[in-house]
């Protein structure tokens, strides 16, 4: 009997021990996602990556790369849809119930589908000013950790040569929207990177889209991920 008690109390002691330790780990993995730093990602279907895995996109390979720097970023906070125009991205921001985070990182991509559905520009410059004012609030008003994108010229794409788009006239309105938001960024003192010359020269090539042979491969946003990370690795945190 006594044998069969002193079994007993082993087990319940191990037991107990084990559930102490798996608290512990637990309470250390806490910590330790709570030493990282934090990214927003607000934009469209260049931020969601559209046809590539989560790995792949921009967002994320930046963080990745980042590692090497010593920085070490929790998984991006994603708010993107791929057709999204400046108007749904905010009203996307609402449905996703962030009001009061803040983030160490946040980047902002928006305006190709304004121009795609023949927008005005003027209505893109006050909805992407109040957007930016917003990266801004989530960035906890530190305006050097927002970091705009310009808008990628789709027309020269393999999907736009095919369907007999007018390459000059979508290349001078995207030129109209990124001026304006190149603009607006340096007025408020933003960080902006021009990945659309770039795009513009590599965008036509095979390697360079996915499946729908209009939205960016992997390669790509290789290229955009290490523009972002120049202006990262410079930034305090």
Avoid at 97 to 112: A, K, M
Wanted: glycine share 8%; aromatic share 10%; charged share 25%.
């Amino acid at each position: 009997m006594k044998k069969l008690l002193s079994i007993a109390s082993f087990f319940l002691v191990l037991g107990q021990w084990s559930c102490i330790s798996s608290q512990n780990i637990s309470k250390q993995n806490q910590k330790m996602d709570s030493n990282k730093l934090t990214y927003l990602a607000l934009g469209d279907s260049y931020t969601i990556g559209e046809g590539v895995e989560a790995k792949d996109r921009y967002p994320h390979q930046a963080v990745e790369m980042l590692k090497e720097s010593g920085l070490i970023f929790s998984e991006p906070k994603i708010i993107a849809t791929t057709g999204w125009t400046t108007d749904e991205l905010a009203n996307g921001i609402k449905a996703a119930d962030i009001e009061g985070e803040n983030y160490d990182l946040v980047t902002l991509l928006i305006g190709v589908n304004n121009q795609y559905r023949g927008r005005p520009v003027e209505n893109y410059r006050n909805e992407f000013r109040q957007l930016l004012e917003d990266a801004i609030t989530f960035a906890k008003g530190d305006k050097s950790h927002v970091v705009v994108l310009s808008i990628p010229d789709w027309g020269v794409t393999p999907f736009a040569v095919n369907r007999g788009s007018d390459q000059e006239k979508v290349a001078r309105e995207i030129d109209q929207y990124n001026q304006a938001k190149k603009a607006i960024s340096e007025e408020m003192g933003i960080a902006y990177i021009d990945i659309t010359e770039h795009y513009r020269i590599n965008g036509m090539k095979s390697e360079s889209v996915v499946s729908d042979q209009l939205h960016p491969s992997g390669m790509i946003y290789q290229y955009w991920a290490e523009k972002l990370v120049e202006i990262v690795e410079g930034m305090e945190f």
